[in-house]
C-alpha cells in the first residue's frame, strides 16, 4: 500500500487540509497529538489507486526521524502556512530530514503554503518560495484548507510526482476492485 504523508510543524493545517480533501468539511478544532491514517482511493489520469493518506502529528517531538511515521513514507505533502515564518523554516529542515533518511534522489513530494486566505498575515515572501522550490525541482501550490482552495490540486500533484518519478510503485496499487466487464453475450438489435 501507497503511503502518503501529511507532514509539517504543528498547526500549519495538516489535519485541516486532509479532513477538507477526504469529506470536503472543515472543522477548527482537530486534536493536535493525534496521527490518522484513512484508506481511500484516489483517481489519478482516469485511472484508480488504493493509497493510505496518514495525517501525521507531533513530529517535533521526535529525536530520530527514523521513528517517525515519516521514515515509512513513500510520498509526501510538506506543509507550512504562509503566515508563518517559524513553519517555513521548519518545512525546510524536514524536506532535508525526509531526503536524508530516503537517500533516494527521488523521493516524490509537492510544497504546500496553506492558510492563503491570511494573505494579509503573509510572512513568507512568495519570491524566497518559488526560489527554493526551484532549486529543488519541487512543485509548490498554495492551498487554504478553510475555504477549499487548490486542496484537491495540491493531492493531484502528488499523484503526479508519484507517477513521475516512482511510476512502478503507483502500479502496484491500482485498484483490485472488478471493473465492470461488458457482457458479450448480450447483443444489441
Ligand atoms: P495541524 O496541527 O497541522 O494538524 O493543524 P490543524 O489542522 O489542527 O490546524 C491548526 C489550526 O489552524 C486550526 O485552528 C485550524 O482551524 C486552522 N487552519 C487550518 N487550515 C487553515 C486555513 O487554510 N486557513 C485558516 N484561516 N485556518 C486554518
Ligand atoms: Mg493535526
Not at 486542496?151 to 485498484?175: D, N, P, W
Amino acid at each position: 500500500m501507497l503511503r502518503l504523508c501529511v507532514a509539517g510543524s504543528g498547526g500549519v493545517g495538516k489535519s485541516s487540509l486532509t479532513i477538507r480533501y477526504l469529506r470536503d468539511e472543515f472543522t477548527e478544532y482537530y486534536d493536535p497529538t493525534l496521527e490518522e491514517t484513512y484508506q481511500k482511493e484516489i483517481e489519478y489520469a482516469g485511472r484508480l489507486y488504493d493509497v493510505e493518506i496518514v495525517d501525521t502529528a507531533g513530529q517535533e517531538e521526535f529525536s530520530s526521524f527514523r521513528d517517525s511515521s515519516l521514515a515509512t513514507g513513500d510520498a509526501f505533502l510538506i506543509l507550512f502556512a504562509i503566515n508563518s515564518q517559524a513553519s517555513w523554516l521548519e518545512m525546510k529542515e524536514l524536506r532535508s530530514k525526509i531526503i536524508d533518511d530516503k537517500e533516494q534522489p527521488s523521493i516524490p513530494m509537492v510544497i504546500v503554503g496553506n492558510k492563503r486566505d491570511l494573505e494579509d498575515e503573509r510572512e513568507v515572501e512568495s519570491d524566497e518560495i518559488q526560489e527554493y522550490c526551484y532549486s529543488f525541482s519541487i512543485p509548490y501550490i498554495e492551498t487554504s484548507a478553510k475555504t477549499g482552495l487548490n486542496v484537491q490540486e495540491a493531492f493531484q500533484l502528488m499523484y503526479g510526482q508519484i507517477h513521475r518519478l516512482q511510476a512502478h510503485m503507483l502500479e502496484r496499487t491500482l485498484s483490485k476492485k472488478p471493473t465492470k466487464s461488458r457482457r458479450k453475450d448480450c447483443i444489441i438489435v
